[in-house]
């Protein structure tokens, strides 16, 4: 047991901030007088806050200045932290913290890997923080998840191998950068869409009790 290590992502596996992003970026799009609906939202998951913005202004058929870029990434930001602020352990997703429980018992140790540079904040505000053995997010990396960095700090913080370290995504991105960095990846959400995960669950409360006792460790 003490081989494997655990990565878990945060917006859409432990906490769901899709909808505080939506309502951020929505406002931008009023503001820049287009559509941009829930469907839309889907495309930036996973995704980091400077693309995102592109997608949007692609959606929106937008060209800004570079200037007008960083003038809305900071405005976003503020109003998605109105929201993020008021967030407490309520807002947990089913099932993540029996599973951070589960861990404990069998000294599994988990770090986070996030694309998100609020995930400190938001970990701190369902009071998860100081249960995560490291924290890896989109201030520490330098390449976006599909790219597996993310994830490959994660490992070396965990102190595993990657082949030996279990990652808990529901973005497609995601589930991309695990399978490079040559990870086991659980896919949390619609099971079409993250297809190319190792395994798939619709949400945390659906993983069975001897899934690190006998599955994955028959897997490593
Ligand atoms: C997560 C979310 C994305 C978000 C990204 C950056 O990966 O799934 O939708 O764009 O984090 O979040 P941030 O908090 O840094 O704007
Ligand atoms: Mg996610």
Request: aromatic share 8%; proline share 3%; with cysteine.
């Amino acid at each position: 047991m003490n081989k494997i290590g655990v990565i878990f992502d945060l917006d859409g596996v432990i906490v769901d901030t899709a909808k505080y992003h939506f309502l951020a970026w929505k406002d931008l799009a009023d503001h820049l007088g287009f559509e941009f609906t829930e469907t839309d939202n889907e495309l930036l998951k996973g995704v980091s806050r400077v693309r995102s913005l592109e997608i949007l202004l692609d959606i929106g058929n937008i060209e800004l200045s570079e200037e007008k870029k960083q003038e809305f990434l900071i405005s976003k930001n503020e109003h998605y932290l109105q929201y993020i602020t008021k967030m407490g352990p309520e807002e947990i997703l089913p099932g993540a913290t029996q599973l951070l429980d589960t861990l404990d018992t069998l000294g599994i140790k988990y770090v986070l890997g996030s694309a998100s540079k609020n995930a400190p904040l938001i970990l701190k505000q369902v009071n998860l923080y100081e249960r995560f053995a490291g924290i890896v997010d989109g201030n520490s990396v330098s390449k976006a998840k599909p790219d597996p960095e993310v994830f490959l700090k994660g490992a070396k913080k965990l102190n595993k191998e990657p082949e030996h370290c279990v990652v808990f995504e529901d973005a497609i991105a995601g589930v991309e950068a695990a399978n490079t960095a040559n990870m086991i990846s659980i896919g949390i959400g619609d099971e079409k869409t993250l297809h190319e995960a190792d395994f798939n669950f619709n949400n945390l409360t659906e993983i069975p009790d001897n899934f690190f006792t006998e599955v994955i460790s028959e897997k490593i």
